[in-house]
């Protein structure tokens, strides 16, 4: 049996980095506590715990753990089971390596698309975005299963599964790209948005808030 621990997740509620460590979390079925911050302003409490002042900051019996990535390689630590990274150290590493590629290569251009002010910028990113594709696209070809690395749900899904869920809607609301050249995406990210953990892990009206902020944002009334 896995040692107990006192959780407690600090996030603000539509964060995708968060979401990813919540997913570890629901798919583990480890308890913990949550609490949210404003991060437009925020508390003095939270700067003494998160150095760069970003969520999630999951604490763990009194200690502040911060980035998703480590937080959810630690969450995989304290409870083996189910298994979410590759057993072998270069499959580790691939993952680790696809998990910075999701970072790098498709979360901030995909902001960028989202919150560009003008047509040039968000053609930039869609390029940046649609020049990824392929790359991603190549990659799932070679699963044997629906996920990433098979049939079982891992840490690199935790990590897609968000990115995807916010793309399907920025899609649909400001249009001008789409998977639609790309079957094992399409087929990918389906199951991603559809898995158990991933949907527990969103916040109360996650994509509807997100679509509102989307169509607020090209109505020149709002921003992120």
Known sequence: MPETHKLKLISFDLC???????IVLEEKKIPY???????????????????????PVLIVDGTPIFESMVINEMLEEL????????????DRAQARSWIVFCNDVLMMPSFNFATAKTEEERSAARATLEGAFPRLETQLQKSSGKYF?????????????????????????????????FPAMRKYSAALREHPSAIKARAENMIERHRAMLKERMSGSSGY
Not at 16 to 22: F, G, I, K, L
């Open 33 to 55: 506590d949550i609490e949210f911050v404003d991060l437009k302003n925020k508390p003095a409490w939270f700067l003494e715990i998160s150095p760069r002042g970003k969520v």
């Open 79 to 90: 409870y083996p089971e189910p298994r979410m990274f590759p057993k072998t150290p270069v």
């Open 149 to 181: 690395f098979g049939d079982a749900f891992g840490l690199v899904d935790a990590v897609f599964a968000p990115f995807f869920v916010r793309f399907h809607t920025t899609a649909e609301v400001l249009g001008n790209i789409s998977l639609e050249k």
């Open 16 to 22: 995708p980095y968060v979401e990813r460590s919540r």
